[in-house]
C-alpha cells in the first residue's frame, strides 16, 4: 500500500516509533511521546521534519505582514499588509527552513494543541509580541488565544517598514498608525518570506510510519 502523502500543515500527534528526530534539539523523539509534524520540501518533494511540541513553539514568531502578498496557510485568504500574523517555522542554524502563514485567528486551533501536546503556550509571550503597537498585540492575544472574533476585523498598522538584518534573521519592523483591515480576499497561496522554503541538507525524516 502506498504511504500517505504528508500533511501540508503542521500537525500534532503521538509518535509511533523511536526512529524520528527533533529538528530543534536533535534529540530523538521517544514512542509514544508527543510530537509536531512540519511540512517541508526536500529534493523537489514534500517531507515532514519532526519537532518535539516545546521545540517547535520555540520557533513562532508574531509579526506584521510586510507586503499583501501572503495568504493564510489555513484559509487561503488574503493577509494585508501591517497585518499582525502569525508564523510558525523550523529553523536550522538560526536560518528559517520552512514555514507555514497564518492569520491570527486561524492559529488559534494549532496553539491549542500545542498546549494539549504539553507545549509552554502563552501568546503574551510569543516571539515578536513586544514589537507590534497595542492594538495589534491586543488582537493577537484575543485571536490566537481562542476568543470569538466574529464581525470583527484584525488591525492593519500603516507605514510598516522592514529592515533586514542579515541571512536568516527576522525583519525588523518600523510601525505606523493601526487602521482596520477591509478583510482578506482570496490570493496565490506563494507568500513572501517563503512559504515552502527549502528544507536545506540532510536526509529527511520518516513520513511513512504507521
Wanted: glycine share 12%; proline share 9%.
Amino acid at each position: 500500500a502506498h504511504a500517505p502523502a504528508p500533511p501540508k500543515l503542521p500537525t500534532v500527534g503521538v509518535a509511533p516509533t523511536e526512529r524520528s528526530r527533533c529538528q530543534g534539539c536533535l534529540e530523538a523523539i521517544s514512542k509514544g511521546d508527543q510530537r509536531v509534524g512540519m511540512p517541508d520540501r526536500h529534493c523537489g518533494i514534500t517531507v515532514t521534519r519532526w519537532l518535539h511540541p516545546a521545540c517547535f513553539v520555540r520557533n513562532i514568531l508574531v509579526d506584521l505582514a510586510p507586503t499583501a502578498r501572503a495568504s493564510c496557510a489555513v484559509t487561503g485568504m488574503g493577509i494585508a499588509k501591517g497585518e499582525p500574523r502569525v508564523l510558525f517555522r523550523t529553523l536550522g542554524e538560526g536560518v528559517t527552513k520552512s514555514q507555514k502563514i497564518y492569520k491570527a485567528t486561524s492559529a488559534a486551533g494549532l496553539l491549542s494543541e500545542l498546549r494539549a501536546a504539553g507545549a509552554p503556550v502563552d501568546v503574551s509571550s510569543l516571539p515578536g509580541m513586544n514589537n507590534l503597537p497595542d492594538e495589534a498585540r491586543r488582537w493577537v492575544k484575543e485571536a490566537a488565544g481562542g476568543a470569538d472574533m466574529a464581525g470583527r476585523t484584525p488591525p492593519v498598522v500603516e507605514g510598516v517598514k522592514v529592515a533586514r538584518k542579515g541571512k536568516g534573521s527576522p525583519p525588523v519592523q518600523a510601525v505606523g498608525t493601526p487602521r482596520e483591515s477591509a478583510g482578506g480576499t482570496a490570493v496565490s497561496s506563494v507568500a513572501e518570506h517563503g512559504e515552502e522554503l527549502s528544507g536545506g541538507e540532510g536526509a529527511p525524516n520518516e513520513t511513512k510510519e504507521k
